[in-house]
């Protein structure tokens, strides 16, 4: 097959690609002039310059593809209309491309947890259930997801919504490792929230299965996960083993999380540029549970989990000293 890849230079993007392409699909990519090709492994790409905010870029991108995995989209930003012109506005400006490419069979959206929202109680929500997310990320995911279910390429499409995706070429969990390696752990609340998370590989596998099996997905939402539910001391306890440290544990108030956060926004706004703590981050850190299920995407596909995070640690925690990080 012929699979588009939107988002190809970013963390999971790029694995996307090099698991469709070691897999023996042609793959197409979109890239900026000024996108790095940092984690981009080399494979015979097409390439095509363009950007998911430039609709006039997108044609020629899809021409001919066969299915689309769209992973580009902002995790951190300075305002909220950043958030929108990318994850939201950006998607309708794919789709409506998407939609006048003929032979077009498969359209994955690259969600996110964060756009279906929290799980109140610590059960897993229904994939059906209406969206709830609680910060401007996850809204604007959100919204890029109303953007495919109300397109006519609805029957087409399929949602990936992941959880935390960590691993080789992720810098978003690396200052919890530094930390642990400096022996202290800030945790809120102390780490008693509970979450979902997926190794690199295992997310990319998944989104290559929904872009390219013949199962019919179309018209449905997945999450794809490791199995297992974490509390941050559990996850806390894994990075302590894989480092062979231990660290002292230091409850933290949401207060203090807060302040940190806007002295974080603040030197955003004099340096001009997103930060990885806000307050909107902190709003998805002070829900109690973050889990999601396989049943899904297991039952329709046969997908399951091939790395959990005692394994994974290690292994991130083995990028991360190769590239001096730690």
């Not at 990936?160 to 752990?185: S, T």
């Not at 549970?289 to 995407?297: P, Q, T």
């Amino acid at each position: 097959m012929r699979v588009a890849v939107t988002g190809a230079s970013g963390f999971v993007g790029s694995c996307v690609a090099a698991q469709l392409a070691e897999s023996g699909h042609r793959v197409r990519l979109l890239l900026r002039a000024t996108s790095s090709r940092r984690f981009l492994p080399e494979a015979p790409w097409e390439i095509v310059e363009g950007d998911v905010t430039r609709p006039g870029s997108l044609p020629p991108f899809l021409e001919g593809a066969d299915a689309v995995i769209h992973a580009a989209g902002l995790v951190k930003a300075r305002r909220k209309v950043e958030f929108e012109a990318v994850n939201a506005v950006g998607t309708e400006n794919l789709l409506a491309a998407a939609a006048q490419t003929p032979g077009l069979s498969r359209f994955v959206y690259l969600s996110s947890l964060a756009a279906h929202g929290p799980s109140p109680g610590g059960s897993p929500r229904p994939l059906t259930a209406a969206a709830a997310p609680v910060s401007a990320y996850g809204g604007s995911k959100a919204r890029g997801e109303a953007a495919v279910w109300g397109s006519p390429l609805a029957g087409r499409s399929v949602a990936l919504r992941l959880p935390v995706v960590y691993g080789p070429n992720d810098l978003a969990l690396l200052p919890f490792f530094q930390l642990v390696k400096r022996r202290v752990a800030p945790l809120l609340w102390g780490g008693r929230n509970v979450l979902s998370i997926v190794y690199i590989q295992d997310a990319a596998r998944a989104a290559a299965a929904l872009a390219t099996a013949d199962a019919p997905v179309g018209g449905k939402a997945y999450t794809a996960d490791d199995g297992n539910y974490y509390s941050w001391r559990q996850l806390l306890s894994h990075i302590e083993a894989a480092l062979d440290r231990k660290a002292l544990l230091l409850p933290v108030p949401l207060w203090a999380y807060q302040s940190a956060a806007l002295l974080s926004e603040g030197y955003g706004v004099l340096a001009g540029k997103a930060v990885p703590l806000s307050l909107d981050k902190v709003a998805e850190m002070r829900q109690p549970y973050w889990i999601s299920s396989n049943r899904a995407i297991e039952d329709d596909l046969g997908w399951r989990p091939q790395v959990s995070f005692p394994e994974g640690a290690g292994l991130t925690a083995a990028w991360y000293r190769g590239q001096g990080l730690l």
